[in-house]
């Protein structure tokens, strides 16, 4: 064949009209999400060129002046009218940006702020030849207990990477509840997944025990993720899309123009149904709830506390919005099928949590057992299958993550020579040695507990009432006899801390410096406020409670 002939084949193969047209993408509407990516791309650059010993200040600015940034434009977003009138599907079809989106993405960047204030902490331990030490190892890639890390930590270096991969893992997080098809959820699975899984093991002390809680939650995140993508392919040979609105049509038997090539597997239940159930066990699985919750007590546990706090805030909120997501908007057609095993689910999970976190001894994992609990409290709210149902779950994820923080805040102030004293027997008579830190947290105890005047009541008590509202009366009576049970180990510390003679030996609680206080005292404000006047919050999470088609 002459050049010529292939020549004229190419040209008339390809019509010159369908040329591929450039995506529009609505940068305003994505501008929190893109404002911290910036900014993790920054503490990269600075980790490059910026020398060592301002590398901590400059990290600590750009983290919090972006977070503060991308906040401020979350609430322009909703002052616009994005969250309500203006909602609707931005960047191709990508992402939506309604009022459920832009007020999980503003817990999750506030959850992120006080992170950093935890994270930049460094007065809690003694100085180290003469440099202030943080929680984090000196070298991370050193072994624990070689010489090159006694060298490191020596020269008073820092592992000030941190602040990048937590923002990279703030900007997954922002995607995941407002994605609008399979693929980018997938994606910010991944983005927000893999920094958690560094980020658990660079403890500075006890660094084994960091590590172990690294290797385990990313060979089981790495199982779920594979559950996901696995149920993702499913659901798309199911309905020859990706797009949540495509899938939902096809789930109500509403799609029109169906492509022929894809018409002989479209509409196939078995497809459907072993598909959604795989998404949804990689979206339990990040949320904690069991049996999909076994790695939760074990990375609690090991991974550094600041770390340990914002993961269990920050996660539990992207990834149930992802869950409310894909229950209301891709399988509400569906919901016969799944409300009887989200009941189980939420049953398992809440006396689970509950019952085995009385046998705890140590302060990490009894937070982490009781963790799992309230994801089973969040999926009672899930089950209402109402516009209650998700302003509840919103409102109760708001209230937890500021908790959370400021109670695993509180964890790392309590020190003996080896680092945080997390066994319960040290801290007893911690009331009579230091008032205020016991009174503190004595507070976040009893708004886990879901006692009246503390966010947990309200909270709680909106979940129950919309379940319900909604049909679940058995659930409700469930979940009231576990935070009964969860109440019992809650006021246990409680009693331990006031009511127990201090021992000569126990340990000593550190005076820590303006950001660690700022992050417990936000904590302890938000749990009152939302305890003692909840309504305005209750309103904005019911007006934030629609999501877009």
Same mark, same amino acid.
């Given at each position: 064949?002459?050049?010529?002939?292939?020549?004229?084949?190419?040209?008339?193969?390809?019509?010159?009209?369908?040329?591929i047209?450039?995506?529009?993408?609505?940068?305003?509407?994505?501008?929190?999400?893109?404002?911290?990516?910036?900014?993790?791309?920054?503490?990269?650059?600075?980790?490059?060129?910026?020398?060592?010993?301002?590398?901590?200040?400059?990290?600590?600015?750009?983290?919090?002046?972006?977070?503060?940034?991308?906040?401020?434009?979350?609430?322009?977003?909703a002052a616009g009218?994005?969250?309500?009138?203006?909602?609707?599907?931005?960047a191709?079809?990508?992402?939506a940006?309604?009022?459920?989106?832009?007020?999980?993405?503003?817990?999750i960047?506030?959850?992120?702020?006080?992170?950093v204030?935890?994270?930049?902490?460094?007065?809690?331990?003694?100085?180290?030849?003469?440099?202030?030490?943080?929680?984090?190892?000196?070298?991370?890639?050193?072994?624990?207990?070689?010489?090159?890390?006694?060298?490191?930590?020596?020269?008073?270096?820092?592992?000030?990477?941190?602040?990048?991969?937590?923002?990279?893992?703030?900007?997954?997080?922002?995607?995941?509840?407002?994605?609008n098809?399979?693929?980018?959820?997938f994606?910010?699975?991944?983005?927000?997944?893999?920094?958690?899984?560094?980020?658990?093991?660079?403890?500075?002390?006890?660094?084994?025990?960091?590590?172990?809680?690294?290797?385990?939650?990313?060979l089981?995140?790495?199982?779920a993720?594979?559950?996901?993508?696995f149920?993702?392919?499913?659901l798309?040979?199911?309905?020859?899309?990706?797009?949540?609105?495509?899938?939902?049509?096809?789930?109500?038997g509403?799609?029109?123009?169906?492509?022929?090539?894809?018409?002989?597997?479209?509409?196939?239940?078995?497809?459907?149904?072993?598909?959604?159930?795989?998404?949804?066990?990689?979206?339990?699985f990040?949320?904690?709830?069991?049996?999909?919750?076994?790695?939760?007590?074990?990375?609690y546990?090991?991974?550094?506390?600041?770390?340990?706090?914002?993961?269990? $805030?920050?996660? &539990?909120? /992207? @990834?149930? =919005?992802?869950?409310?997501? *894909?229950?209301? !908007?891709?399988?509400?057609?569906?919901?016969?099928?799944?409300?009887p095993v989200?009941?189980?689910?939420?049953?398992?999970?809440?006396?689970?949590?509950?019952?085995?976190?009385?046998?705890q001894?140590?302060?990490?994992?009894?937070?982490?057992?009781?963790?799992?609990?309230?994801?089973?409290?969040?999926?009672?709210g899930?089950?209402?299958?109402?516009?209650?149902?998700?302003?509840?779950?919103?409102?109760?994820?708001?209230?937890?993550s500021?908790?959370?923080?400021?109670?695993?805040?509180v964890?790392t102030?309590?020190?003996?020579?080896?680092?945080?004293?997390?066994?319960?027997?040290?801290?007893?008579?911690?009331?009579?040695?230091?008032p205020?830190?016991?009174?503190?947290?004595a507070?976040?105890?009893?708004?886990?507990?879901?006692?009246?005047?503390t966010?947990?009541?309200?909270?709680?008590? $909106?979940v129950? &009432?919309? /379940? @319900?509202? =909604?049909?679940?009366?058995? *659930?409700?009576? !469930?979940?009231?006899?576990?935070?009964?049970?969860?109440?019992?180990?809650?006021?246990?510390?409680?009693?331990?801390?006031?009511?127990?003679?201090?021992?000569?030996?126990?340990?000593?609680?550190?005076v820590?410096?303006?950001?660690?206080?700022?992050?417990?005292?936000?904590?302890?404000?938000?749990?009152?406020?939302?305890?003692?006047?909840?309504?305005?919050?209750?309103?904005?999470?019911?007006?934030?409670?629609?999501?877009?088609?």
């Amino acid at each position: 064949m002459s050049a010529a002939a292939v020549h004229s084949l190419w040209t008339t193969a390809v019509d010159p009209i369908d040329k591929i047209g450039a995506p529009k993408i609505e940068y305003g509407q994505l501008s929190p999400t893109l404002i911290v990516v910036g900014a993790a791309v920054i503490g990269v650059l600075i980790e490059a060129f910026v020398p060592r010993k301002s590398r901590y200040y400059a990290q600590v600015f750009v983290a919090v002046v972006a977070l503060a940034a991308a906040f401020a434009a979350v609430v322009a977003l909703a002052a616009g009218g994005y969250g309500t009138t203006k909602a609707h599907i931005a960047a191709m079809g990508a992402i939506a940006v309604d009022g459920p989106a832009l007020f999980l993405q503003g817990t999750i960047l506030l959850a992120g702020l006080l992170g950093v204030f935890t994270f930049a902490e460094r007065r809690l331990d003694p100085e180290a030849h003469g440099n202030r030490v943080d929680s984090f190892a000196a070298q991370a890639a050193s072994v624990p207990g070689s010489d090159s890390e006694k060298a490191a930590v020596k020269a008073g270096f820092t592992t000030t990477e941190v602040f990048p991969l937590l923002l990279f893992a703030i900007a997954g997080m922002l995607v995941f509840p407002s994605a609008n098809d399979l693929l980018t959820l997938f994606v910010a699975l991944e983005v927000f997944s893999l920094p958690l899984y560094l980020l658990c093991a660079v403890a500075r002390r006890k660094r084994l025990m960091s590590q172990e809680a690294a290797v385990k939650y990313f060979l089981l995140g790495a199982f779920a993720s594979a559950f996901t993508l696995f149920g993702i392919a499913l659901l798309y040979g199911y309905a020859g899309s990706v797009s949540y609105a495509t899938i939902a049509q096809v789930v109500d038997g509403t799609v029109q123009n169906v492509d022929p090539a894809l018409a002989g597997t479209m509409g196939n239940d078995a497809l459907l149904l072993i598909g959604a159930a795989m998404l949804a066990m990689g979206l339990l699985f990040k949320v904690g709830a069991v049996p999909f919750h076994m790695w939760t007590p074990d990375v609690y546990q090991g991974a550094p506390t600041p770390v340990t706090g914002f993961m269990a $805030a920050a996660t &539990k909120v /992207a @990834a149930f =919005g992802a869950l409310l997501r *894909l229950l209301y !908007v891709v399988l509400p057609g569906l919901r016969w099928d799944w409300r009887p095993v989200m009941w189980a689910v939420a049953i398992v999970t809440m006396l689970g949590g509950a019952i085995v976190a009385i046998t705890q001894t140590d302060i990490k994992r009894l937070l982490a057992y009781s963790s799992i609990a309230h994801a089973g409290f969040i999926l009672a709210g899930v089950i209402a299958t109402s516009p209650d149902g998700v302003s509840s779950v919103l409102f109760y994820l708001g209230a937890y993550s500021f908790v959370t923080i400021g109670a695993f805040a509180v964890v790392t102030l309590v020190r003996d020579a080896g680092g945080e004293a997390t066994h319960l027997s040290k801290w007893a008579g911690l009331g009579r040695r230091s008032p205020l830190v016991a009174a503190v947290f004595a507070v976040f105890l009893l708004a886990f507990a879901g006692i009246p005047l503390t966010s947990g009541f309200a909270g709680k008590f $909106a979940v129950f &009432k919309a /379940a @319900a509202e =909604g049909g679940a009366s058995a *659930l409700v009576v !469930v979940g009231v006899i576990s935070s009964a049970i969860a109440a019992f180990f809650y006021i246990r510390v409680i009693v331990l801390m006031f009511f127990s003679e201090p021992r000569s030996e126990g340990p000593t609680v550190a005076v820590p410096s303006p950001l660690t206080m700022t992050a417990i005292g936000v904590g302890v404000a938000v749990t009152l406020v939302l305890g003692v006047a909840p309504q305005y919050f209750l309103d904005l999470a019911s007006q934030a409670g629609v999501f877009v088609r």
